[in-house]
């Protein structure tokens, strides 16, 4: 039996209760938190906590012990959307943004998501799986405990097996949950441009029943956007997917107000993800479902596209999460700690909030709240510690630097 103890823990966050699996609209601002405190880990799950007045004796025999130091206690974050396997950077895309070309005019002059396509045919799975594993590496230093990865470079049938299994090979060799998205319908493939029933027909016929078999695929994601997948297109593809037993997670409002969200609602999406763009009846469909809000802050950064309604959807008592969409198009970082500063600067989250969309609410949005996600006896040990600081606000306050210390996985210091 394996055991930790982090004792002299200034802030330990998070410890919500334990039958609270999401946070919605104002239950959001509820941070719990232990100061003066420990934790104990044992078989990689968290055992038990409390504050350093009542420091337990009976501890087990051989035992690892360790002091925060008065350095924070924070679950990882549980990052729920990203796209980390891909054959190479974009960094001639972000030349073409800063010479003032639009996310659809990179991709109508053959950039974008086809470009990432190109790349990854020729791609050797080993290569793919090396370069995933270095981003994810990067990530879990930076507190990453939990990750949603999607195919969607692929747009064949072998090569988005290709990036199926390689998140298979990531399941497989990290020590962190990992749930895999289908993301087929990423874009149209430029042999399909004119064709889009066969590309569907493709993705029906072909991909879900072979994905479905080596049981490669947790969701199914479509990119439901004008110039992308129309609703009826994406409809189609939500029902099949169902067939197969993959839940949506979609690709919802990133350019403008397509439907996406009311279709992925209909159909009982896990999340709707980026809504850059809303409205009133956006706003109101998501509020009537169970559905999960994912805002990607990083990606309206660096796109310069408009930063999502976080208020006006906590005040419709939605559940946020927040996620990287690490990306080589349109978010080229996971790192979850800017994320988070982003939500407070500028979705105007406060650092309660942001922190818990980063975790609890993140986790949800892979239904692994569970599992992860927040403090609670039972859990994964996933968590990491920080610097000393003087309050909660500044870990999204210092945004850019990093306060983590060291990262705990399975109740094991990496
Ligand atoms: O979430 N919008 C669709 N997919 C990605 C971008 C993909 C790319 O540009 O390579 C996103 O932003
Ligand atoms: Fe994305």
Redesign the pocket.
């Known amino acids: 039996m394996s055991a930790l103890l982090i004792t002299d823990i200034g802030s330990l966050v998070g410890t919500h209760p334990k039958n609270i699996s999401v946070l919605k609209g104002s239950s959001m601002n509820t941070l719990p938190a232990i100061n003066n405190a420990w934790i104990l880990c044992e078989d990689g799950l968290i055992a038990d906590f409390g504050s350093m007045d009542n420091l337990p004796t009976n501890l087990p025999t051989s035992l690892t012990s360790i002091s925060a130091k008065g350095g924070y206690v924070f679950p990882s974050w549980c990052d729920s959307h990203t ?1 980390i396997v891909f054959a190479a950077s974009r960094e001639e895309e972000f030349v073409m943004k800063i010479q003032g070309k639009s996310y659809e005019e990179i991709a109508a002059a053959g950039g ?2 086809l470009n ?1 396509a190109r790349k990854l045919q020729n791609e050797t799975e080993d290569h793919l799986f090396e370069s995933a594993s270095m981003r994810l590496k990067d990530m879990i230093k930076q507190g990453t405990g939990a990750v949603e990865i999607k195919s969607g470079y692929g747009l064949t049938l072998d090569s988005e097996l290709k990036m199926l299994r390689v998140i298979r090979r990531l399941k497989e060799a990290f020590k962190i949950p990992i749930k895999a998205s289908f993301l087929a319908a ?1 874009t149209y493939p430029e042999d399909y441009k004119n064709d889009h029933n066969s590309y569907i027909k493709l993705i029906i016929d072909k991909m879900l029943p072979k994905i479905a078999d080596e049981g490669l695929a947790d969701y199914i994601d479509v ?1 439901c956007e004008k110039g992308f997948f129309s609703v009826d297109e994406t409809e189609k593809l939500l029902e099949v997917g169902a067939k197969y037993g993959l839940p949506p997670k979609i ?1 919802a409002n ?1 350019l403008s107000i397509s439907g996406a969200v009311q279709v992925g609602v209909k159909h009982h999406a896990i999340s709707v993800d ?1 809504l850059e763009v809303t409205d009133e009846d956006v706003v109101r469909s998501i509020s009537s479902s169970n559905t999960i809000a994912t805002l ?1 802050p990083s ?1 309206s950064l660096y796109l310069g596209i408009p930063f999502a309604n976080a208020r006006g959807l906590i005040n419709a008592d939605i559940p946020v999460a927040l996620a990287s ?1 690490f ?5 080229p970082s996971g790192n979850m700690n800017f994320v988070v500063s982003l939500g407070c600067i500028k979705l105007k989250m406060l650092p309660e909030e942001a922190i818990n969309a980063a975790t609890l609410n993140g986790a949800a949005a892979m239904q692994l709240s569970e599992t992860v996600g927040s403090i609670a006896v039972g859990k994964r040990a996933n968590l990491f510690i920080t610097r000393p600081m003087s309050s909660l606000a500044y870990l999204p306050y210092s945004f850019g630097q990093s306060q983590i210390e060291k990262v705990v996985l399975n109740g094991e210091i990496c």
């Not at 990306?327 to 978010?331: A, D, K, Q, V």
């Open positions: 796209h974008g998501i990432s990423h990119f690709h990133q980026h990607l990606c969409d990306n080589p198009g349109s978010t």
